[in-house]
């Protein structure tokens, strides 16, 4: 055999990421969009345009509309998201490190997740009324199950060496969990609030669409009532963008509490 | 007698039906470095797991004997194979987490882990997280960890073995002087066999499963002689060891 180079064999299976071509690619999409409705490609009673979009939503602003529905929503998700996280965390923390409270708890949470929360709206505005209070259970039953389980999945991978790591050193009950269990749950546990967010953002809208005056999601179905496509699809736009932020302030956080990892 | 020593009585471990251990009987004199070797499986870190209360044993039980230093924070004090660091910890607070819940005043606290430490070579590294150091640097801050709280019995559970060969042989000395200046009775779990005739003042071979005491040895004179006297204690155990499905 003659003298050949050893050709190189490992070639593919590495794409690259280019954010610049993401971004490219979108703004694409938009400019296609209106110049399709410019074109009168389709009917824009049907389907709004990006500048109808941006002018309903400029229009919003300027008449002090906008903050009275988005003042509402936020509320309601501040309220329901944190009560839900708070009472999932502690219910997830008694499962994780209490043989008494681990079979039954685990019992009522695996019978009652899987029941769809949107469902339970008109049974919450039987209990707690059509105002806040169904809105507030809406969010909060609907946050505490995912909480939970992330936060007992998250305690039960807190590695058990560093556990006996700190009996060893004499550490009491409560330091061990304040300073081992904690901390080492707390990359499950943020990865548990970037999925209860989500979660929150459509029960709020979906409680909204029942017996609400104010919010986000009252707003886009009064929208639809009317056959205004630029107000519903503003709206839509709205809630796309708070999504985009709550997931982009939960982020900032796993970057600054996690950043030993 | 100062220092603290230990007695093993009659010591059985049971995980579920398998016997790890049999009958142990074993005394840990004071201020000595008793060093246990086995072939794997056979219930080494077990035995020094159930020596400094780490765990519960099926029959049988430990006694400590005499009184730890004034100074001595955590009598029975460990230093883990899989090093056992908080990564969410600097190297520095990773030392003070075994110091913050003692009656340690702050500013004493602060001398030292600095005191620590230097001793262990880290002064430079206090700030820098687990992820940061090497397999060797991580196992100083385990020992540094385990210094600063004055112990009175150190129980070492294969310091060395998660490390490259020679990481290890450059961490040897430095651990075999830093235990020699702490002045603490030592009990060094190993499979290695060099490490045993070098650290131990005796050495204790246990048999494959269920771990039985074979053989105490002094270690005195001829260290190749002794190595190879233990592994011909060792050798058809751990080849049966070997052969040997798992549960």
């Known amino acids: ?60 602003i300027a008449s002090g ?18 009560s839900g996280t708070l009472a999932g965390l502690a219910a997830g923390l008694a499962i994780a490190l209490f043989t008494t409270a681990r079979s039954p708890g685990m019992a009522i949470v695996s019978a009652l ?15 707690f009324g059509i105002g806040e209070g169904s809105k507030l259970a809406t969010l909060g039953f609907g946050v505490f199950f995912p909480t939970t389980i992330a936060t007992v999945a998250a305690i039960d991978a807190v590695p058990r060496s560093l556990i006996r790591m700190a009996q060893s050193f004499g550490l009491p009950w409560w330091a061990i969990t304040r300073k081992i269990i904690l901390p080492g749950a707390l990359p499950g546990i943020l990865a548990g609030c970037r999925i209860t967010a989500a979660t929150a953002i459509i029960l709020l809208v979906a409680a909204e669409m029942i017996g609400a005056e104010r919010g986000i999601g009252a707003f886009v179905l009064q929208a639809g009532n009317l056959y205004d496509v630029d107000a519903l699809m503003a709206g839509i736009t709205i809630l796309s963008a708070l999504g985009l932020i709550v997931a982009g302030v939960i982020g900032a956080l796993e970057r600054f509490l996690l950043r030993w990892r | 007698m100062s220092g603290l020593g230990l007695q093993v009585a009659a010591v059985t471990h049971r995980y579920g039906g398998l016997t790890a251990l049999e009958s142990i009987d074993l005394t840990i004199p004071p201020g000595e470095v008793t060093v246990i070797v086995g072939p794997s499986g ?39 194979q899989d090093f056992a660091l908080l990564p969410w910890r600097s190297v520095a607070g990773n030392v003070a987490l075994a110091l913050e819940h003692t009656s340690l005043a702050r500013a004493e606290r602060t001398s030292r882990i600095a005191e620590v430490l230097a001793q262990t070579g880290l002064a430079d590294f206090a700030d820098a997280w687990p992820k940061q150091l090497s397999g060797g640097m991580r196992q100083r801050v385990g020992i540094a960890r385990a210094l600063a709280v004055r112990p009175a019995v150190l129980l070492m559970d294969e310091p060395l073995s998660a490390l490259d060969a020679q990481t290890r042989d450059l961490l040897l000395d430095d651990f075999a002087a830093l235990i020699a ?37 002094p270690v005195h004179g001829d260290r190749q002689a002794l190595e190879a006297q233990l592994w011909s204690l060792i050798r058809d155990d751990a080849a049966a060891a070997d052969r040997e499905l798992t549960a």
């Not at chain 1, 997740?113 to 209990?127: C, E, M, Q, T, Y």
């Not at chain 2, 005796?202 to 499963?209: C, D, E, G, M, T």
């Not at chain 2, 771990?211 to 105490?216: C, L, Q, S, T």
Request: hydrophobic residues 50%; proline residues 8%; aromatic residues 8%.
């Open chain 1, 113 to 127: 997740f899987p029941i769809p929360k949107i469902a339970l709206v008109p049974l919450f505005i039987i209990w």
């Open chain 1, 65 to 82: 509309e906008l903050w009275r529905h988005l003042a509402a929503s936020l509320a309601r998700l501040a309220w329901g998201w944190t």
């Open chain 2, 42 to 80: 056979c219930g080494k870190s077990t035995l020094l797991g159930i020596l400094g209360g780490l765990i519960d044993p099926s029959a049988g039980h430990v006694t400590q004997h005499g009184t730890p230093a004034p100074d001595c924070l955590n009598p029975l004090t460990y230093v883990f």
């Open chain 2, 181 to 217: 200046r702490a002045g603490a009775t030592v009990v060094w779990v190993t499979h290695n066999l060099a490490e045993a005739v070098r650290l131990g003042q005796r050495i204790v071979v246990l048999s494959r499963r269920p771990g039985r005491i074979k053989a105490i040895l």
């Open chain 1, 1 to 60: 055999m003659t003298d050949q180079p050893v050709p190189f064999r490992a070639r593919g299976f590495a794409p690259v990421t280019r954010p610049l071509a993401g971004a490219a690619t979108l703004l694409a999409l938009l400019l296609l969009w209106e110049l399709g409705a410019r074109a009168h490609l389709f009917a824009t009673t049907f389907l709004s345009t990006p500048t109808g979009i941006a002018h309903a939503i400029a229009g919003l």
